[in-house]
């Protein structure tokens, strides 16, 4: 580490993780986070209302923790960075207005960035500075995108999206259809690992129409449809096998598109990021298919796939690294901003 960088403090509070992440160069020093998850679980999803006023109560005291964990104080930080968008308008509105006046009361610079960069960028702190240019496959409960990343400081491309659910949201309401509680991903990722991932043929949304895009709303259709009819025949439902076999027919599609783009674009570099890319089969499908197309796989470890404050320091401190400039203190929360705005 040098101790010459900048110190960056970043904020994300897009929505039900208070998160705040301290880094010096590609260098994480501290990762705190607060999570509302439990005041959501008996709702069964994320309530904007509660993720907003835990966020609210938890910022100051996350904050708090992060400086000590990194060992620095606020008069140590040469710059903030915070989660401008995209993201649930009220919980981003509590950490933009943080770090405004963290940034206004002591006189530093303040980078209004966005979340989907941040997933992507947030692999440096483990594995280094990012090839140039990588694809990106970034899957959460709020987002499934592939994205062609020549440069995650200036330049990042949407390629495809989902057109209905996102891949985490499926997890969601499949575990919701099976009675395994909320969230869905980490309960649905051990299930599967006492299933048979080919004991039902479950669909896959848009896997040969020859776009980047998703579709999942129809397999999680798919999955409660299925359930149903074995209650209706009062027959028991497998649930480790409907958990493995829904599992893979995500998994298999998002490795499928990822993988075509890297083919079609000349792109030897996968980033899988996103709190989904925490999931064991996707990690394990996508490492077994790149090795045997020639691509190299990166992945962070499970915890900074997740909503958290050190994606947003790194992509700050990325941002200073390379000379841009800061946002201005009257920056907007933006909770549909676009991939190509990586800044406000």
């Keep these: 580490m040098i101790r010459d960088e900048p110190l960056v403090l970043g904020i994300e509070t897009s929505c039900d993780e208070t998160g705040v992440g301290i880094v010096r160069g590609h260098t994480l020093l501290a990762d ?4 509302s998850v439990d005041q959501h679980a008996r709702f069964g999803g994320v309530v904007p209302e509660v ?24 008069a140590d930080v040469d710059a903030f960075a915070v989660t401008a968008g995209p993201g649930l308008p009220g919980a981003l509105m509590v950490g933009v207005a943080a770090a405004k006046a963290y940034a206004l009361s002591l ?52 390629l495809g999206s989902t057109v209905d659910d996102a891949a985490g949201e499926a997890f969601d309401k499949v575990a919701r259809v099976l009675d395994l509680g909320f969230p869905g991903g980490p309960v649905i990722d051990r299930m599967a690992r006492e299933g048979d991932p080919a004991a039902i043929a479950f669909p896959r949304g848009k896997y040969k129409d020859g776009t980047y895009d998703f579709s999942f709303s129809g397999l999680k259709t798919a999955v409660a449809r299925w359930v ?6 009062g027959e028991p439902v497998p649930v480790a096998d409907v958990a493995a076999s829904f599992q893979e027919a995500v998994v298999d599609v998002l490795t499928q598109k990822a993988l075509k783009v890297c083919k079609d674009n000349g792109v030897h570099d996968l980033l899988i990021g996103g709190g989904v890319a925490a999931n064991s089969r996707l990690r394990a499908l996508a490492a077994e298919r790149c090795e045997a197309a020639g691509v ?9 796939c ?7 320091a790194a992509l700050g401190s990325e941002l200073v690294a ?23």
């Design 32 to 35: 705190a986070i607060a999570s």
């Design 51 to 74: 993720a907003s006023r835990a966020h609210l109560e938890a910022m100051a005291p996350t904050v708090e923790r992060a400086l000590a964990d990194a060992g620095v104080r606020f």
């Design 107 to 158: 006189g530093k610079p303040l980078y209004g960035v966005n979340h989907l960069a941040a997933h992507v960028c947030v692999d440096q702190l483990e594995h280094g500075p990012l090839p140039k240019p990588c694809v990106a496959l970034l899957v959460s409960g709020g987002h499934s995108s592939i994205l062609l990343v020549p440069d995650v400081a200036a330049d990042v491309r949407s």
């Design 228 to 233: 149903e009819a074995k209650e209706r025949a």
């Design 296 to 304: 190299r796989l990166r992945v962070p470890r499970p915890k900074l």
């Design 306 to 312: 997740t909503d958290n404050g050190a994606m947003v």
């Design 322 to 344: 390379t000379g841009r400039a800061p946002s201005a203190l009257d920056l907007p929360a933006d909770s549909s901003l676009p991939i190509e705005s990586i800044t406000l």
